[in-house]
């Protein structure tokens, strides 16, 4: 069944739960539950594209299927497939232009109750992006209007928390060039085309553990184990000394990025990224190893992109460090 959604008390949910069915409800954009709302329910935002559509009624016909099996038979075992993020729905934005892969994605993330969200292309995207809130985008590489490393590259220039937010590359071209790209652009994983629904489980688990172990900008654990084996006034003076280090490489990654010297920036890039591992400060460290691949495959624009976040991360970072 398909119900506009009207409210948490809605007559249409309370309906389909007395009935045990399963519910599809489209929302307006911006509107989106900050919740799933359990059970057999899935959200979808509108205007809903006819993929994302055909992929929640596949769903909704296993969900009820599954319902129809006679009363003795024994409980089905969840299989793994059902229970990424240990079973807590996610808000996840598919991007793809390809009706059929929108569609293969939209069911295998249904079954797994997450919401979903679709885009046609980089440009939608951003524009969902700044008007909805979610946790994971699953972005196609190759796409018109905007593909996806321009979109990513576009996403990573907003103002946190968005440009934190994890972008997982949908490409069918898995090559070691491709998924340099991809990183080098901003993404913060990738999946081969075609994918299982394993493989979707395995990298939003992956993405959440990571989203859930740090915060983004400084690893605490690094900290701590300097503290151990130093002791905590010396790890004091190191932080000092890092923030002293830190603003000479950004000066001379600042005059570098205007020279457009990418041998001159990825070296710097190289300085700051070792030092910046060293205290776990993570986003930094990301920044800068991204910095490096992308001057080692020919993509300067990407590198430039890239040395644009650093001052706003260092600042992050050093914030961060001062709360410890």
């Avoid at 099996?69 to 934005?93: E, F, K, M, T, Y």
């Avoid at 490489?249 to 001159?264: N, P």
Wanted: aromatic share 2%; charged share 20%; proline share 7%.
């Amino acid at each position: 069944m398909l119900r506009h959604k009207t409210g948490p008390k809605s007559p249409a949910l309370a309906l389909s739960a007395a009935h045990g069915l399963p519910a599809i409800i489209s929302s307006p954009a911006g509107t989106l539950p900050q919740q799933a709302t359990g059970g057999d329910t899935l959200t979808l935002a509108e205007p809903v594209a006819e993929a994302a559509l055909a992929g929640a009624l596949d769903w909704s016909a296993k969900s009820q299927d599954a319902r129809q099996s006679p009363p003795c038979a024994p409980a089905p075992v969840p299989r793994r497939a059902d229970l990424s993020n240990n079973g807590v729905a996610l808000r996840i934005l598919v991007v793809e232009d390809n009706p059929v892969n929108q569609r293969v994605a939209v069911g295998m993330l249904a079954r797994q109750r997450h919401v979903v969200v679709t885009a046609d292309n980089g440009a939608e995207a951003l524009e969902r992006l700044k008007t909805d809130q979610f946790d994971l985008v699953l972005m196609d590489r190759h796409m018109p209007v905007m593909d996806g490393l321009e979109a990513v590259r576009a996403l990573r220039a907003l103002p946190p928390p968005l440009c934190d937010l994890p972008v997982v590359a949908l490409t069918a071209a898995a090559t070691q060039d491709e998924i340099r790209e991809c990183m080098a652009a901003g993404m913060n994983d990738f999946v081969p085309k075609p994918f299982t629904p394993e493989q979707l489980v395995e990298v939003i688990d992956r993405m959440m553990a990571q989203q859930a172990g740090r915060d983004g900008d400084l690893d605490p654990t690094v900290l701590d184990t300097l503290s151990e084996a130093l002791g905590a006034d010396t790890v004091v003076e190191i932080i000092g000394e890092y923030g002293r280090t830190a603003k000479a490489l950004l000066a001379d990654i600042a005059a570098a990025t205007t020279m457009r010297d990418g041998k001159a920036l990825a070296y710097s890039a190289h300085s700051l990224k070792s030092s910046s591992a060293m205290l776990g400060l993570v986003a930094m460290d990301q920044i800068c190893a991204s910095i490096e691949t992308a001057i080692r495959a020919g993509k300067l624009e990407d590198a430039l992109s890239l040395a644009a976040r650093l001052p706003e991360g260092f600042a992050r970072a050093q914030a961060r460090l001062q709360r410890r």
